[in-house]
Structure formats: C-alpha cells, structure tokens
C-alpha cells in the first residue's frame, strides 16, 4: 500500500472529541494532516515528521494533537474542543522516499 488511508471521521456537537486515523506504507519522511471545507481551499492542519518533531495551524494549536506508533506507519490526529469551523473533509498526505502521496479523506462535521 502506498497511498495512505483515513479513517475515524464522523459526526459530533461542538465541543467533542474525534480521533483521525492515517495509515501509510514505506518510509515515511514527514506526514501532513490538510483539511478542505465545501467551497474553501485546502488548508494545512498539522504535521509530524520522522525524527517526532510536529507542528500545527494557528487554528487548531492547542486543541489537535498529531502522534504516530512508533515506527509512523499509523499516524493519529486527537481533535478536541472542535468547533463548527473544523467541519471539513481531512486529508493526509505523506511524503515517503519514493514520491508524495494523498489520502482519500474522512468527513467531520461538527455541529452548533
């Protein structure tokens, strides 16, 4: 498998929780979280890299978390405090030594 896979999407009120699943294949140099709202650009959430370092979107810092298993073949985005602005479909990306690689994407919507 090379392109990676999201899961954990789904449905909750504002002030929930979801975790966001991403599993990869290879060498995985860097993984990014981008989320993409009906009619809007896609924009960059989070992203982890293979060393552990991670970093995050002034719009979700301090809420998100990204974290992977120990060898970033499974890498998780914990949303809390979501908000209605969070509604979107979320895409990861992952850069691997062979090439870049989009996921399909997993909606949450998070309603008022």
């Known amino acids: 498998q090379v392109q990676p896979v999201e899961s954990g999407g789904g449905l909750v009120q504002a002030g929930g929780s979801l975790r966001l699943s991403c599993a990869t294949s290879g060498s995985i140099l860097r993984l990014d979280w981008y989320r993409q709202a009906p009619g809007k650009q896609r924009d960059w959430v989070a992203l982890?890299?293979?060393?552990?370092?991670?970093s995050y979107a002034d719009s979700v810092k301090g809420r998100f978390t990204i974290s992977g298993d120990n060898g970033r073949n499974t890498v998780y985005l914990q949303m809390n405090s979501l908000k209605p602005e969070d509604t979107a479909g979320y895409y990861c990306?992952?850069?691997?030594?062979?090439?870049?690689?989009w996921g399909q994407g997993t909606q949450v919507t998070v309603s008022s």
């Open positions: 990306r992952a850069t691997t030594t062979f090439g870049t690689f």
């Open positions: 982890i890299t293979r060393d552990g370092s991670t």
